[in-house]
């Protein structure tokens, strides 16, 4: 019988030892003087992305592996440097320069461009059969496919309000998609993982070689 302990984990996982517990406030923008959600003590060049604050985390891969969570830190990495999720290498093909991407249910949003919306990082070619194999959430639902590009969109963040003495309320908002364009909401949230937007999606058809399967069913 397999384990946890037996499955390598992938680079993005978030690891028990990397939790931050944040000390929130809101204070005026250095800019506009209007209230944004800040650190008790903030680090101007690596708090904030795109006028959005990030959410503090570790990466020294301590403690227990958090089978369900992103570390926020290696999802932003993967995102933007196009690294596989699993082994952290590249995750685009050396021959096409199309780019491996395994797509779930829950882990996508299509758009009326024929391209959609998702925070899963790629997975390399040579990574997507033990993907498939070992990952509860592939074995219900994914779609592999390769991809001619991809541009940030957003995030997925926590989103607050401000209350006595700034002190900030969470909403009850959790995971909320908040894109760039949304300058309004973009003050009020924290946000923990990245979001990119994917065009010129190719479907890859059945075959022989199971980093080819389009679609595995529990």
């Known amino acids: 019988m397999t384990t946890p302990q037996d499955i390598p984990a992938p680079y993005v996982l978030a690891y028990s030892g990397e939790a931050v517990t944040p000390r929130l406030i809101f204070t005026p923008d250095p800019l506009s003087g209007e209230l944004r959600l800040s650190y008790h ?3 101007p060049r690596s708090d904030w992305h795109r006028g959005v604050l990030l959410a503090r985390t570790r990466t020294n891969r301590r403690g227990q592996v958090m089978w369900r969570m992103l570390n926020r830190h290696r999802q932003q990495e993967c995102m ?5 999720q699993v082994c952290a ?3 685009a093909d050396p021959a096409t320069g199309r780019i491996w991407w395994v797509i779930t249910e829950t882990g996508w949003r299509g758009t009326n461009d024929s391209g959609g919306l998702t925070n899963a990082p790629p997975t390399c070619r040579a990574c997507i059969p033990a993907s498939l194999r070992w990952c509860p959430q592939l074995r219900k639902s994914a779609a592999v496919y390769t991809v001619g590009g991809y541009e940030s969109a957003g995030v997925l963040a926590d989103l607050y309000e401000p209350g006595p003495g700034g002190m900030p309320v969470f909403t009850g908002d959790h995971n909320r998609f908040v894109g760039w364009e949304e300058f309004a909401l973009l003050p009020y949230a924290l946000a923990t993982q990245m979001v990119v937007h994917l065009n010129d999606m190719a479907l890859i058809e059945h075959g022989a070689d199971p980093r080819e399967t389009l679609l595995l069913t529990s």
Do not use: D
């Open 41 to 43: 003590k903030p680090r």
């Open 89 to 91: 290498g590249p995750a």
């Open 80 to 84: 933007a440097k196009g690294l596989c």
